[in-house]
């Protein structure tokens, strides 16, 4: 963490929480992150509960004087209307309240089929309806393996630079080494901190301010004994948090910790 820029912990609820029950851990959450100063979080439930959720959160903020946490979408297609079925637009997601949105996740690639520059055009879309996207990027377990971890997190960033270059610093980039999620691995704080300062170093060739300002967050089972030590690392600025958001105790705990090393004086 670097005292310049504000950690920001973000939860992805993935399929889960898609009724009432997200409503009710937003309210739990807004009320945690009320009490917290210099950690800003972000929570990103199913497309069925956002407009509840971003209703929830704005009301208790008001009620309390707090700023509102920030509502993701997971997902979204960079049409702005038409014949897609099934389909939901970013300025739809706009409208529902929501001000984030995550791109490029590696279930979504993987999944789904999405490639780089598919990612990075829903990158560019989402900023055009003023929604931070949080553009993630990471290598499978073979890539790993055989030694190409920053070949493939670089091309990933790369095709997503433009993006990035245009968003001034309202966009975030996630690694998440994809052999680490929802698996109960991770990567060691060193090792996240060779990518991140590797991307740090990749966005600095394009715009050196931009690379200073530009959040990075560490994905793939963060949890509450091990956030503090990848949040120590100087260009890990916060974390995208799959099984244990939604935990409101574990995700309590990693937003504390992400507070805690803010305040710290010297923190590097
Ligand atoms: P995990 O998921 O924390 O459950 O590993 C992270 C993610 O997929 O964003």
């Known amino acids: 963490m670097n005292r310049a820029r504000t950690p920001l912990i973000a939860g992805n609820w993935k399929m889960h929480h898609g009724g009432a029950s997200g409503a009710e851990l937003a309210a ?14 972000v929570v990103a439930p199913p497309f069925t509960a956002l407009a509840a959720v971003a209703q929830t959160v704005a009301e208790i903020a008001e009620q309390t004087g707090h700023a509102s946490i920030g509502v993701a979408a997971q997902n979204f297609y960079p ?26 996740h590696s279930e979504r690639r993987q999944l789904f089929g999405e490639t780089d520059a598919f ?8 900023l055009e309806a003023r929604l931070h996207p949080i553009v993630c990027v990471g290598e499978t377990l073979e890539e790993r393996g055989a030694g190409a971890t920053l070949e493939v997190v670089l091309r990933q960033l790369r095709a997503a630079t ?9 966009a975030v980039v996630a690694y998440e080494p994809v052999w680490a999620i929802g698996t109960g691995k991770n990567a060691t704080p060193a090792d996240a901190q060779e990518v991140h300062a590797a991307i740090r170093k990749e966005l600095s060739a394009r715009d050196a301010g931009l690379a200073e300002r530009t959040r990075i967050l560490y994905g793939g089972s963060v949890k509450a004994d091990n956030a503090a030590s990848l949040l120590g ?20 705990a990693i937003l504390r910790a992400a507070a805690e090393l803010a305040s710290r004086p010297t923190s590097a």
């Not at 990612?119 to 989402?126: I, S």
């Not at 690392?233 to 309590?252: C, E, K, N, T």
């Open 28 to 41: 739990a959450v807004q009320r945690i992150a009320a009490q917290l100063r210099g950690v800003e979080c």
């Open 79 to 104: 049409e702005e209307k038409g014949a897609f079925t099934g389909e939901v637009s970013a300025s739809m997601l706009a409208d529902a309240g929501c001000n984030w949105v995550i791109v490029g």
């Open 119 to 126: 990612v990075a055009k829903k990158a560019k879309v989402a």
């Open 162 to 170: 433009d993006a990035l270059v245009a968003g001034k610093g309202a």
């Open 233 to 252: 690392q100087p260009d890990v600025d916060g974390a995208l948090v799959g099984g244990a958001s939604l935990d409101v105790a574990a995700f309590g």
